[in-house]
């Protein structure tokens, strides 16, 4: 083999020597999928006292004690709303009328008004006496929603009810609008009433043989990042705003 064919060769050699040595490097790879599961927020309104159906007179109480239970894994801000139905009827005073002790006869007509069919009637059968007011008596632990009562009406124009809210604080305080945080698995401490009170009106009305219904919502909020990704927020009124925009 003559030096020119040589040269060749250990070239030749070389170069399969590098490429060899690349195909050498040592490699790895590696990959990672995160899984998450997003949390459940899910509330249910409770009544252990109602009994469905009852069939009512002027001035008699009936169990209805609504409270809010977190069934769920995220701990909730909650509210609820509830709707009254309303006529324009004779209203007479009440047996346990004290506003006119003076002049009061049983069976005396009061007036004559568009008035809430029904009110609440809080601990201790505390209610609002004043049965032509749309004001409601609440157990403590709830906060009345600014803006609240609202008037219902029909396509006419007619009062048909009166929806209120109120955002759940657990505080003593009514005026406290702060909430308070409703646990998985807890229930609020306070129904918002425990019984209803049906107005004291007269059978010349056409609410004798009527169907009248109280329609009650709740509502829940998660109470993490509500202002922004470190802090939540607890005034009533704006986390409202978060939740029904």
């Known amino acids: 083999m003559n030096r020119a064919k040589l040269r060749m060769l250990a ?17 790895s790879s590696d990959s990672v999928t995160n899984t998450f599961a ?32 977190n069934t769920d894994e ?10 009254v139905p309303a006529a324009n009827v004779t209203v007479e005073y009440p047996e346990d009328n004290a506003a006119t002790p003076d002049n009061y006869e049983k069976g005396k007509v009061n007036a ?7 009110r609440f009637v809080a601990k201790n059968n505390t209610y609002t006496t004043d049965q032509l007011s749309d004001a409601q008596t609440v157990n403590s632990g709830w906060y009345k929603m600014k803006d609240y009562p609202k008037t219902e009406t029909d396509t006419d124009g007619k009062v048909t009810g009166y929806t209120y809210l109120y955002a759940w604080t657990n505080k003593a305080d009514s005026s406290d609008p702060n909430m308070a945080i409703l646990y998985p698995g807890k229930t609020t401490t306070n129904a918002l009433f425990d019984h209803v009170i049906f107005t004291n009106a007269r059978e010349d009305n056409t609410l004798p043989g009527s169907v009248q219904n109280i329609h009650i919502e709740v509502f829940g909020i998660q109470t993490e990042y509500l202002k922004n990704t470190t802090q939540t927020e607890t005034d009533a009124e704006e986390v409202w705003k978060k939740l029904s925009d």
């Open 112 to 118: 004559v008004q568009t008035v809430p069919l029904f």
């Open 11 to 27: 070239i030749s050699l070389a170069s399969v020597t590098a490429v060899a040595g690349v195909s050498a490097y040592f490699t």
């Open 74 to 83: 995220t701990a909730a801000y909650v509210f609820m709303q509830v709707t």
């Open 38 to 69: 997003a949390a459940k927020l899910q509330i249910k309104l409770i009544e252990p006292k109602w009994r469905d159906d009852p069939t009512i007179v002027p001035e008699q109480v009936i169990d209805k004690d609504p409270q809010i239970t």
